[in-house]
T-cell receptor, first 111, second 115 residues
């Protein structure tokens, strides 16, 4: 069964802290791993990772994939209250554009 | 360019009623999908389509039908609503722009309550 596990499920930090969100996956015919940020309703796309060991960065966010150990991490440095959201990890399977999502990590950044 | 639009935003149904959730995109995307999101479970794929006239089942297809008569529209039909279908439904579309540039666009969601 294809599945994605995220940890922690919930995290509370203070502004300025650095956080690491974890995502492990078991996906048939893996193609890519995606990270999304969901603040209110629909998730917004953050990263797509297809190759091991290549870090992707966008501002204070970065992510890396380990295809051998079947996991990915999402790092957020110097967190801000606007980073408060649910972060979803998804594995793309069967070489197609279909995904299995993890339950999300709810991040709360306190001022 | 409206992106992905969904209607209605909120709907209350009685058990056994049927309804159609509408989804449209104006980005000429080939791929469209329907997801449901339940607390603690993340998004689960219901049905998807790789182009007009082509649909297939996802992870949780039971109780739902879809059709794709045009590239733009991908409606989701609930045949006989059940309380277990209470959820937030997201429609998404995407196209291939290169291996590392693909982006999936989500609609705003439809919150469905089945009594």
């Amino acid at each position: 069964e294809d599945k994605v596990v995220q940890s922690p499920l919930s995290l509370v930090v203070h502004e300025g802290d650095t956080v690491t969100l974890n995502c492990s996956y078991e996906v048939t015919n893996f193609r890519s791993l995606l990270w999304y940020k969901q603040e209110k309703k629909a998730p917004t796309f953050l990263f797509m990772l297809t190759s091991s060991g290549i870090e992707k960065k966008s501002g204070r966010l970065s992510s890396i994939l380990d295809k051998k150990e079947l996991f990915s991490i999402l790092n957020i440095t110097a967190t801000q209250t606007g980073d408060s959201a649910i972060y979803l990890c998804a594995g793309e399977y069967n070489y197609g554009q279909n995904f299995v999502f993890g339950p999300g990590t709810r991040l709360s950044v306190l001022p | 360019n409206a992106g992905v639009t969904q209607t209605p935003k909120f709907q209350v149904l009685k058990t056994g009623q049927s309804m159609t959730l509408q989804c449209a995109q104006d980005m000429n995307h080939e791929y469209m999908s329907w997801y449901r999101q339940d607390p603690g479970m993340g998004l689960r794929l219901i049905h998807y389509s790789v182009g007009a006239g082509i649909t297939d089942q996802g992870e949780v297809p039971n109780g739902y039908n879809v059709s794709r008569s045009t590239t733009e529209d991908f409606p989701l039909r609930l045949l006989s609503a059940a309380p277990s279908q209470t959820s937030v439904y997201f429609c998404a579309s995407s196209s291939w722009t290169g291996e590392n540039q693909e982006t999936q666009y989500f609609g705003p969601g439809t919150r469905l309550l089945v009594l």
